[in-house]
């Protein structure tokens, strides 16, 4: 059985994979295989972790829980503002407004603009659960981030409305030259100027996926500055995010009152060899 390691993954998640892999091949093997039912289960559970992919598929669109990645087009733009919309209704629900305001962006014409003009942008990819009937209402749901300082403080209408994922576009990803607003770098980088994933479906590893895939982005790019800025008020909790996902803090800054945190990561150092 020929495996091949999926391009998206971490290190650390390499060694598990190839884990899997050697452990999968074991269990292929008649003269190492356990007992027929034990066999037969820990099968199932490893090909479903390691996603074992039929000839010619393409590995790097492929996330955990049938989640796939592909480029965005103007065509995307209703999911990205719909994305934007359920993560204000979240935030606004946990009475945390200084991110994005109270207002739905998709009522916002400086919004939407900014969100055709990334979907054009040829820096947008798009996360799609396969899975999804795209009938997930705002309950209990849905978060994104997004690195943004324009704000509004006008009430969305109909804030009891129910919203749902459009067509399973469950996340996206904006990456290109840096936001106006920050200082630009000393050196080549690609930044990451927008990221936003649906709360409900955390666990997927959504934002990790989109994240690994803008360093692909850069490593094909040949550059090794990975940078980003975020909101960097209430608790600090997406500074953390960021920094969990391998980001050093940098620079703050404040746009009309906006704070953020400029946060980069060196793709180089990441590529060093393990000691």
């Known amino acids: 059985m020929l495996l091949s390691v999926p391009t998206y993954l971490s290190k650390r998640d390499v060694t598990r994979w190839c884990l899997g892999a050697r452990a999968l091949r074991c269990l292929s093997s008649p003269s190492t295989s356990p007992s027929p039912r034990y066999s037969k289960g820990l099968k199932h559970r490893l090909i479903t972790s390691i996603h074992i992919m039929p000839p010619g598929s393409d590995l790097r669109k492929v996330a955990i829980g049938g989640v796939t990645l ?90 009891d409305e129910k919203l749902s994922v459009i067509n399973g576009v469950v996340g996206a990803l904006t990456v290109g030259q840096a936001n106006s607003y920050v ?46 800025d975020c909101y960097a008020g209430g608790s600090g909790g997406l500074v953390r995010y960021y920094e969990s996902q391998g980001f050093e803090r940098m620079e703050t800054f404040e746009v009309d009152g906006w704070p953020g945190q400029i946060l980069i990561q060196r793709l180089d150092k990441d590529d060093e060899p393990e000691s």
Do not use: C, H
């Open 70 to 159: 592909r480029p965005g087009t103007v065509e995307d733009v209703p999911a990205m503002l719909r994305l934007m919309d359920i993560a204000t209704g979240w935030l606004v629900k946990k009475g945390q407004t200084g991110q994005w305001g109270t207002e739905r962006p998709s009522d916002n014409p400086a919004r939407i603009k900014q969100a055709t003009e990334k979907a054009e942008s040829g820096g947008t990819w798009i996360a799609v659960d396969t899975n999804s009937s795209s009938s997930r209402t705002e309950d209990g749901l849905s978060g994104g981030e997004v690195a943004s300082p324009n704000q509004s403080t006008d009430k969305s209408r109909g804030e």
């Open 183 to 228: 200082q630009p770098a000393t050196e080549p980088e690609l930044y990451i100027q927008f990221l936003a994933s649906d709360r409900a479906s955390s666990g997927k590893g959504i934002g990790t996926l989109l994240l690994e895939k803008a360093r692909t982005l850069a490593r094909e790019a040949g550059v090794s500055l990975l940078r980003l």
